[in-house]
Each structure stands twice: as C-alpha cells, then as structure tokens.
C-alpha cells in the first residue's frame, strides 16, 4: 500500500499536477473567504430583521445554506492544500456519494446487486485512477464504452429479464452522470496549456467557482424578482427572473476573473456564460429525475441544500463541456 | 444490570450506519431507555446492525438481538452474536424439528422461558417475527413467538419497526453490500390485549408493520 501511494504521489508530483505555491489561487482563496465572510454577516442582518414566519423561515435557511458554504468551501480548500492526490479523492468520493442518491431512488431489482458492486467498486476508482496516472485516451472512452457495454452484458449474466433495459439504462445514466461527467472536473488538471503548464489547478477552481455562484446568483435573483416560472411542473422554485439574472451575473464574475485563467476577458465571459447556461439545464434535468421519482431533494447531507447531487447536478453538467472547449482551443 | 458495550460492537455498528446511510424516523414513539421488544421486518443480514446502530448509546447498551441458534452458533459467528452483540440465542422451532406437537409446544415454552430471563427488568429485544429473510417484496406471516413473548410480559411495549431498501443494500445470498441509502421508521408502541387471541394480535402487529411500509418510502425522508 504504502509504495503504491508513494508510486502515485511522485507521478502526481513530478508531472506537475501539485500546486501547493500559487499567488493567484490564493486571491481567489481570500475572495471566496470575504465573500463567505459577507454573505453570513448578510445572513445576520436580515434575521434580525425578518418580520413574517414565511420570511423567517426563509431567512433560517439561506443563513443554512451559508453554514453549509463554509463547510463545502473548508473541505474545497484542503484537498486542493493536498493537492492533485486530495482533489482527486475528494471527487472520487464526491461520486460515489453523488451515485448512491440517485441509485437509491431508481427501481434496481436483486440481479443488479453485482452490477452496482462494479460500478461503486471498480469503475469509481478506475476513473479517477486513469486521471492519476494521465491516461487521458482510456478515461475518455472507459465509460462511454467500456462500461456501457459491461452494464447490460452483467446485467443479462444474471438472467433477470424483467424491465432488463429500463434497469440498465438507469444505471448507465447514473455511470454516467455521477462519475464520468464529473469526473471531467479533475481532469483539468490533465490539460498542458503553453504558458499556463503547472497552473490547471486555477482552472479546476474557476469551474467549480462560476457553476456554483452560478446557482448562488439564480437563488438570489430568484428570491429577489422570481416571477415567471420556467417550468413549474419540474420545479416551482426555477424563475426566468433567477436564470437570467443568475447567468447574466455569474459571466460577469467569470469575465472578471479572466487574470487566473489562461482566456482573455471576452473568452472568460464565453466559457462563462457556457458554465452558467449548462448548469442551469443540469439543475433542470435532475429536477425532473426528482419529480418522476416523487422526491423533492435526491437526500439531506447538506443541511439547506438537500443531497451531494443537488448541490453537484449543475457542475456534472458544465465539466465535460468546458473541459473539451479548453482542451479544443487550448491545448495543441 | 446491563453489561457495557463491546468495542467492538460500536465499531461494526459505526460502519453498517455508513455502508448503509441509514436514517431514521420515529414515527410513532421516541428512543428511550425503557424495556421495548422492537420487531421488525427481515430481509439482510445487516437489519439487526443497523437497527441496533440507529439506536443511541444508552438505549444501545440495553438492547439485545435475538439470532437463530441453528445460523448463528458455530465460529465466528457464534463470537459476534453471543461476544459481541450479546445475542439471545433461540431454537428455531416447529413440529418438523421437534418430532412431535408435544415437544414443539414444549420447545416453545423453553424459548419463551429464555427470552423473557434474557429480558430481565432492564433489557430490551429486537426480534424478526417473520422468522427468516425475505426478499423485501413482501412482508412474511408472523410466526406465533411474538404472540408469546407478548403474553409473557404483557406492559412491555411492543415497538413496531419497518426497515426499507437494506435488502438492495446486501439481499440474502450476497456478501458485499452496496452503499446505498436506507430508511428505519419505527412505529407507535402496542401492547396485547387481555383477552385477545393469537390470530387477531399476530393480525394486528402484521397490519402495524404494513402501515409503516405504506408510509416507508425514501420519498419521504427529507424533512
């Protein structure tokens, strides 16, 4: 065990995944802090003054939710002090947990018990391993076809027929959702851009940072003008008001961040916008999963946020999209 | 008096709550450390954890399970339930393994004897009425013991407990679970009537156990 991790840690190390020393990751470090720092004195004030039991109650849980923030943010903050080693479990984990929300509300029958066991098991691990040692070839393809094609094949071994393809594309849907898109998150630091070589780390942070002030800025858009639903049969809380505000605002937070990336302010705005119009349709489409499964959140392990995948559906969706812009424009 | 908990035991208890996500709703009581025969439905080998686990530490410590000596009593095993989790062994009865009625009523009255000596004044009993695993699809006919057991200590509140989805977590047959979520509601507490009879009290502690499966459902767990 302990010659393997030290195996991996020097790969990860001497190919330059590690970026402990940044100047820039640390603004962006002390940014998101004065920004935690703000938001909960925000939270202070206006508990203080919330008059109504509606207002209340909705002041208790954004002021929740900001909890929340500072822990999410703790645990965002070490693993990337860890480095690529800690970046790569913390997501490993994350898809895992993201994996077992969404299995738990989908109808698998007895003769799927192995199939899963491979998915948490062995192909978890392997995807994100295939990211430790930099073969991006195979973590490319090993789910889009390599499990793809094992899922319905282990599952038949079995000989459960019944709703067989419903099943298997259900747990392909999950593969794919929970641990190949997200996994696209971490593998930025994959991408060797010429003059941006040991800085993908920045990269890594300014995704997960614009998709989820993205879904902070809807929120409060949402709060603040929320009028016209979207489509309040998949969720009532989804306003033109918040889509619009909230994109408009989080390529405006992107565009000014352009300096920790390796994209002039008009292309920041670009990806930006990208991240921001993605993670409102990954929170739309998992809303709909919920509602066909009759739930309102996929689980409560963020307190004022409901489950891992709820807090995630928006960065699932905006990962494997920006990581191929970059990676096309980029990367030679 | 109750002995302390084994360390081991917290141990085994700490990792079935995180294998299993479990949560945990009283629907019908609160956890107390008063004498309770909890019963519940049987689909894994992990219910009896994850039921003891979900319980806290005071209650815990006065709450022992009640295993199938013909499973449960050789090697390892008999280590874990007996050592560890202080399981009340029994005799899973019958006329087919008794030889006759007679000494099946006997062997009855024995484990009857047994449960309520292992209960003492202080202890509680987590028991399956359905006497073996099932595959979680349906909920099998109580078998009589629970009857017995009532009649026996009759103030002793009986806990109702339905456990959902720990059979997709590790089914019978299987050896290593797969991390999902599951969901323990415990029910309100019934008692036997005076003069009810075996048929209609099995009837009404199965109807207390299909209600809470009725309610069950993960859909419901946030909030």
């Not at chain 1, 879904?215 to 603040?224: A, E, H, P, S």
Request: one cysteine or more.
């Amino acid at each position: 065990m302990g010659s393997l991790s030290d195996q991996l840690w020097q790969v990860v190390t001497a190919r330059g995944i590690i970026h402990v020393k940044d100047p820039q990751l640390a603004w962006l470090f002390c940014g998101v802090l004065g920004a935690l720092i703000l938001a909960s004195g925000i939270g202070k004030i206006l508990q203080h003054n919330a008059k109504s039991d509606a207002a209340r109650s909705t002041i208790d849980n954004l002021n929740a939710r900001t909890r929340a923030w500072w822990k999410m943010c703790a645990i965002f903050a070490l693993t990337m002090l860890i480095g690529g080693i800690g970046t790569l479990v913390l997501f490993a984990l994350l898809s895992l947990l993201a994996m077992r929300e969404y299995i738990t509300l989908m109808s698998t029958r007895r003769g799927d018990h192995r199939t899963l066991l491979w998915s948490f098991f062995i192909i978890t691990p392997l995807q994100y391993y295939l990211i430790a040692i930099r073969w991006y070839g195979l973590f490319a393809i090993m789910i889009p076809a390599f499990a793809f094609l094992f899922i319905p094949a282990r599952i038949a071994v079995t000989g459960d027929t019944e709703h067989f393809l419903e099943r298997a594309a259900k747990i392909q849907f999950g593969i794919m959702i929970c641990l190949y898109c997200l996994s696209y998150a971490p593998a930025l630091l994959l991408l060797r851009i010429p003059g941006f070589e040991n800085n993908s780390a920045r990269l890594l942070f300014y995704l997960v940072l614009v998709t989820q002030m993205s879904d902070v800025f809807k929120y409060i858009w949402g709060k603040l003008l929320g009028r016209h639903k979207i489509v309040p049969r998949v969720s009532p809380n989804k306003t033109w008001e918040g889509f619009f505000g909230g994109v408009l605002t989080a390529t405006a937070l992107g565009a000014a961040l352009w300096w920790v990336t390796p994209f002039t302010p008009i292309v920041a705005a670009g990806m930006s916008l990208v991240i921001a119009l993605l993670g409102a349709a990954g929170g739309l489409v998992m809303s709909a999963i919920k509602r066909d499964a009759g739930v309102k959140d996929f689980g409560a392990t963020i307190e004022g946020h409901g489950g891992i995948l709820d807090r995630i559906d928006s960065l699932c969706f905006a990962a494997p999209i920006f990581f191929h812009l970059v990676r096309y424009y980029f990367v030679p | 008096m109750s002995a302390g908990i084994h360390p081991l035991a917290n141990a085994i208890a700490a990792l079935a709550r995180g294998i299993s996500g479990v949560r945990v709703r009283w629907a019908g009581c609160q956890p107390e450390v008063k004498q309770r025969i909890y019963f519940a439905n049987h689909t894994s080998h992990l219910d009896f954890v994850v039921l003891w686990s979900a319980l806290p530490g005071e209650v815990r410590a006065r709450t022992r399970p009640v295993a199938a000596k013909d499973y449960w009593e050789k090697g390892i095993k008999a280590y874990l339930a007996l050592n560890v989790f202080r399981a009340v062994m029994v005799r899973r009865g019958g006329i087919a393994q008794a030889g006759s009625e007679v000494a099946a009523i006997a062997e009855a009255r024995a484990t009857i004897d047994q449960l309520a000596e292992a209960m003492g004044e202080t202890e509680s009993l987590i028991i399956f009425p359905e006497g073996t695993r099932g595959t979680g699809e349906a909920i099998a006919p109580f078998r009589s013991g629970i009857y017995y057991l009532a009649k026996r200590r009759p103030e002793v509140e009986l806990v109702p407990v339905y456990i959902e989805n720990l059979n997709r977590i590790l089914p019978k047959g299987e050896v290593i679970p797969v991390p999902l979520v599951c969901l323990l509601t415990f029910g309100a507490p019934m008692h036997i009537g005076d003069a009810e009879d075996k048929a209609s009290f099995l009837e009404r502690a199965s109807a207390a156990m299909h209600a809470l499966r009725r309610k069950g459902h993960l859909q419901a767990w946030v909030r």
